[in-house]
């Protein structure tokens, strides 16, 4: 049997779903379902299912990013978005980062047992020990596509709040929907640095605009670029400019 996990936040198309498809006798069990994205994301890294249906249009969820999120963090996992959302771009992104079957509300029985008819297939088809393989490991069906898509969403928001200071990890992979060491594996795999070295070198980056900027101290472009140790922000500025950032705003 494989198991299957439902989230949608109308709980009429939840009980629906648990109730009309013949899930048994198509070999598969609903093992839990989920009325939101985030409890949604707990009960799949709890209970890491092989197929998943989902709505993506709930309230404080990027749908895409979330679907990325899960198409990285779970190659193997079968996606299927049931939603009311009608846009063929939208659909076609969801599709590129491995979702099996975009469905639109109110989809038939005929098409949820099409959909999941493809997905149980594909699961058989996949060799026995990909099951023993690791959550994290690079699978088919978009994984790598969903894997970019993620460090990209992670690095703009690093780029957009890296002057925040304890901006940490956590942060990060919470706005990206995937666990913090996924999130450091991905970073390091696409970029070749760890967070923290990039997080210096976005911080860096915006205290050189700073240190052009006439009217702030040291101290105040430390404070305003995420340090607390003014010390530590002058080593750091040194170290990947070669320049204590007194010498840096004398030259510029």
């Avoid at 925040?164 to 640095?193: F, P």
């Avoid at 404070?223 to 607390?228: I, L, Q, S, V």
Wanted: proline letters at 4%; aromatic letters at 8%.
């Amino acid at each position: 049997m494989y198991s299957v996990i439902l989230v949608d936040d109308e709980a009429l198309i939840l009980k629906g779903l648990s109730t009309v498809i013949p899930w048994r006798e198509m070999g598969c069990e609903v093992v839990g379902t989920a009325t939101n994205g985030r409890t949604g994301l707990d009960l799949i890294r709890k209970l890491k299912p092989d197929i998943l249906f989902t709505d993506i249009r709930m309230p404080n969820m990027d749908g895409l990013t979330m679907l990325a999120a899960l198409g990285s963090e779970f190659p193997r996992m079968q996606t299927v978005v049931l939603t009311a959302y009608r846009d063929f771009d939208y659909a076609r992104q969801a599709i590129t980062l491995g979702v099996c079957r975009y469905l639109l509300k109110p989809s038939n029985l005929n098409e949820l047992k099409e959909a999941l008819r493809v997905m149980v297939e594909k699961l058989n088809r996949l060799p026995a020990e990909d099951a023993e393989q690791p959550e994290n490991a690079e699978g088919p069906d978009g994984a790598s596509e969903a894997g970019n898509f993620i460090v990209n969403a992670a690095l703009n928001y690093m780029r957009e709040n890296c002057m925040q200071q304890h901006l940490s990890l956590s942060d990060i992979a919470d706005h990206v929907y995937v666990s913090q060491w996924h999130l450091s594996k991905l970073l390091n795999r696409e970029t070749g640095k760890s967070f923290f070295d990039l997080l210096g070198s976005m911080r860096i980056e915006k205290a050189k605009s700073l240190l052009r900027t006439p009217g702030m101290n040291i101290q105040e472009v430390a404070e305003g670029t995420g340090y607390t140790d003014v010390a530590h922000f002058s080593r750091t500025f040194k170290k990947l400019t070669g320049q204590t950032p007194g010498e840096y705003r004398k030259g510029h």
